[in-house]
């Protein structure tokens, strides 16, 4: 593992490995090393690791997340869409697993295991020292992608049939989501890099959450900018209204600038709004 994410996820109070290439159920075929892109960024990953930053006993709301950083389904995100957001949930009562997923390299199964994976192993076998009662899902740009595709199902859609797959979170929260894989206004590098270039409109809409969303969809949350030219803001509500045509509950907050990829990042001049709006969304669904 690098030197800079072990650095950074020292910070996590448990670091696990869910499996790799060899011991997962699909392979994405990619080998060899990690490569570090910079900036706590990460490509060619071929294993599934948790970093898990616990919140503290006297704060703890009984809430827990699965983090899933972007990066385009070419590389992870690690710091400030993932390892930056689980230690400020966890001082703020909220649990957070930051998923460092494997990179699909045409595999759509491969981060969609790694995810279900990360809520399984939450739910089944961590031990918090406060008990979790909620465990959502979060999720970037493309990691919005594979956390909105966990949420709804797309795994178990897809064929997948093992326990994992039926693992549904209790809410979703979406920065910047990739959704769509309409050509007009999906994120292209995504979807190709999930099922490639050469992908039909068929197997495209069967990897895409929008399409594969019922009545078992969770309660949503999605976070983003109006003027993100990167993934246009119809990606986010698209979903929103699809979720609404199912009679579920969803909130969406879009700012008038910003961009995309913001992250954890002071770049943003709503940083404190959103920050904000998300702990007081946590807390309405507290059971």
Avoid at 38 to 52: D, H, K, M, P
Avoid at 150 to 161: E, I, Q, R
Avoid at 184 to 191: A, D, E, I, S, V
């Amino acid at each position: 593992m690098l030197l800079t994410l072990m650095t950074m996820g020292a910070q996590a109070q448990k670091v696990v490995k869910l499996w790799d290439n060899t011991t997962a159920p699909h392979s994405s075929g990619l080998t060899g090393p990690e490569k570090d892109e910079g900036q706590v960024r990460y490509s060619n990953t071929t294993e599934a690791v948790l970093y898990i930053f616990e919140a503290k006993k006297k704060v703890a709301t009984g809430q827990a997340v699965v983090i899933c950083p972007g990066g385009g389904y070419f590389l992870a995100s690690m710091g400030h869409e993932g390892l930056d957001y689980g230690k400020w949930l966890a001082e703020n009562g909220v649990t957070a697993a930051v998923l460092k997923y494997r990179m699909p390299n045409h595999v759509p199964q491969v981060p969609m295991e790694d995810a279900a994976e990360a809520l399984r192993y939450m739910r089944e076998e961590y031990k918090a020292k406060t008990p979790i009662t909620q465990l959502g899902i979060m999720g970037f740009s493309a990691g919005g992608h594979l956390a909105a595709s966990t949420a709804v199902g797309v795994l178990k859609a897809n064929g997948d049939t093992s326990p994992r797959a039926a693992i549904r979170p209790d809410f979703a929260v979406l920065f910047y989501p990739v959704i769509t894989s309409d050509e007009q206004f999906t994120h292209k590098g995504t979807y190709n890099n999930l099922l490639g270039e050469d992908r039909t409109e068929e197997l495209s809409r069967a990897w895409c959450p929008l399409y594969v969303a019922g009545e078992d969809a969770p309660p949503a949350l999605m976070i983003l900018s109006d003027d993100d030219k990167t993934v246009p803001s119809q990606n986010s509500t698209f979903f929103y209204n699809k979720l609404k045509e199912l009679g579920k509950e969803a909130s969406i907050i879009i700012y008038p600038t910003g961009g995309h990829g913001w992250g954890f990042r002071d770049s943003l001049p709503y940083k404190a709004q959103w920050q904000e709006a998300l702990l007081q969304w946590l807390e309405s669904r507290k059971k």
